[in-house]
């Protein structure tokens, strides 16, 4: 039986079970870098302020020097019987430098160490996040660069209503991706903080320097109450529903993928290194991997409402519920990790059916507003323009024909204000071109919006 750290008040011991139930080795061990990190900054403020000598602060730092390359060289086995890494980490040290070991823990306590390694440990998801969301921003602006003049059926209710630029679709998802990011950097701001020194909930009567050991470990400084420090996990919170709602964009932008690669739509095809076959029909090509971005949004969900159930009417301070939120951060975060990886390689690679795209706006009725348009421009009102143009799509279904097919003779009979040129109106490539309000889908338009985004993402 391995000698509790904590063991001096107790008579008897926990059983194996039990001692397995409440330790978090199996899965905290992920956060072995950011606890040594941690103390090595601990250590060195312990120095400073004369809380230590040099000499011990130096056996120590060495120790952690030690336990660190044992670590990396994989020489490093956890124990249950340790508990957790904090525990794992320091009983390394002791079996490094002895006793001397036991006063690193000097002013300090688990509950400001664990809050501390976790802040280290998501500002560094955050910042690989923030910079892979570049990554598939600045995919999404080369594509749309590609595709201003593709045009594609633009849908509200899953129905063809009016053509848009392929390119604009995608850039639709960019400004969605951009205020994703945003949401991450503002969440590093509430990352970027120390917990380090709160103790265990009260503070500690050693004369120890937060700042000294926030700026060691590049925080942008302490937390202002201790309590605080190590009671709250919305630094995590925020990361969980930022993480949902990028996954909530992303699996849309899946479905959408999905139904574009059917049978039914074939306006693109993913490349094989994004796909899967059957086992059994020989023929198909499966979009797995965006299928399965879409179905893990559901456990990024899962992740965030997990972890706010756990702090839900929790009382301050610490609670050994607060051990609950790490496996749902390091579960969302690979999670989005790895999507935002896939989604990125699959768009990288997919070919786009152009042609196809732009015959599925020619066999529709997406130009009805377009004739509306133009009777009202000469000045017929809306509502009357409507009427008409509601009726003759009503005539042309019945006969099987679209608005581009009626007769210019049908037309004038309809209205004296069309004449010859309604055609040109009509093509959907003319109806994309000419929707050049700002931020429609018209090629200036879109072009303008490129631009802007090109300079936003430097
Ligand atoms: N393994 C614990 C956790 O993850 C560390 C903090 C333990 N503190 C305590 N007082 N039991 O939350």
Redesign the pocket.
Known sequence: MVEKLWGGRFEESVSDWVEEFGA?ISF?QKMARQDLQGSLAHVTMLAKTGILTEAEAEKIKDGIKAVEEKYEAGQIEFTVAN??V?MNMESYLHDQIGPVAGKLHTARS??DQ?ATDMHLYLRDVLHQTIEKLHTLRTTLIQISEAHIETIMPGYTHLQHAQPISFAHHLMAYYQMLTRDAERFTFNLKHTNISPLGAAALAGTTFPIDRKLTADLLDFAGPYENSLDAVSDRDFILEFLSNSSILMMHLSRFCEEIILWCSNEFKFISLSDSFSTGSSIMPQKKNPDMVELIRGKTGRVYGDLVGLLTVMKSLPLA?N?D??ED?EGMFDAAKTILTSLDVMNGMLETMTVNKDIMEKSTKSDFSNATELADYLAAKGLPFREAHEIVGKLVLECTKQGYYLQDVPLKRYQELSNLIESDIYKYLDSKTAVGRRNSYGGTGFEAIKEQIQVAKKSLL
């Open positions: 978090s905290d508990e957790d904090h688990r509950n664990v610490y050994k607060l051990q790490k």
